[in-house]
């Protein structure tokens, strides 16, 4: 019944491991979104995808890498984890073109130690 | 994308409307009026948009003034539920959205 679903829900990991965060969408958009809202609340888009083919790259540090497996998944791969990577990141879906609405999974919190 | 201006915090007492303000004098004339919210550690919530008109839904009202500098979230009846950070937003309808966050105004509805 969920429309966006993220796993895990919770991350604790120490520095330098890779990690993923998988994210699935049963609303049958074309979009996907991960945004990153750190200790100061403030939410920033990363990346979207589109079709599985990556339409936004903000400036992220390459450790990120997202995958789109299919258009129902956005896939988040984190390489040697730093402390500053320690957020919530929110997976989110639309469907363009003049897509008004986008909808936000439960969001998963990373801390790095 | 236009810049927004909100308040950083308000209070409204449960049962009442709780109108909350957003500038957004840079505007330019085919970007949006977007009110998300986030109650607390959720994901982000669409409430409403508009572009001119003022507009209604199950949620909330969204009133624009007619020069579109600024606009006003109206939650008609609030609800102990409502508490949550509002952020209101401005964006050219086109392929996939890029949301710009700014900080929001944090809503306290009180018992």
């Known amino acids: 019944d969920t429309a966006v679903s993220q796993t895990p829900k919770y991350l604790v990991t120490q520095m330098g491991n890779d990690k993923s965060i998988k994210c699935e969408q049963n609303?049958?958009?074309?979009?996907m979104y991960w945004y990153k809202q750190d200790s100061k609340k403030f939410l920033k888009i990363m990346f979207s995808?589109?079709?599985?083919?990556?339409?936004i790259n903000e400036t992220v540090p390459n450790r990120f890498s997202p995958k789109s497996p299919d258009k129902a998944h956005l896939n988040l791969h984190i390489n040697s984890l730093e402390l500053g990577d320690s957020a919530v990141y929110f997976c989110?879906?639309?469907?363009?073109?003049?897509?008004?609405?986008?909808?936000f999974g439960p969001g998963t919190r990373l801390l790095v130690l | 994308d236009a810049k927004t201006t909100q308040p950083p915090s308000m209070d409204c007492a449960e049962g009442r409307a709780a109108n909350l303000p957003c500038n957004h004098s840079t505007i330019s004339g085919n970007e949006y009026v977007y009110w998300y919210r986030q109650i607390h550690s959720q994901g982000p919530q669409y409430i409403i948009h508009g572009l001119k008109n003022n507009e209604t839904n199950e949620m909330a009202s969204l009133i624009i003034t007619e020069d579109r500098k600024s606009s006003t979230l109206i939650l008609p009846h609030a609800t102990l539920r409502d508490t949550a950070v509002y952020y209101c937003i401005v964006l050219i309808i086109q392929g996939a959205q890029k949301l710009v966050f700014g900080q929001g105004t944090r809503l306290t509805i009180n018992p």
């Open positions: 609303l049958g958009h074309d979009t």
């Open positions: 995808y589109n079709n599985k083919e990556l339409i």
């Open positions: 989110a879906s639309s469907q363009p073109p003049g897509a008004v609405t986008q909808y």
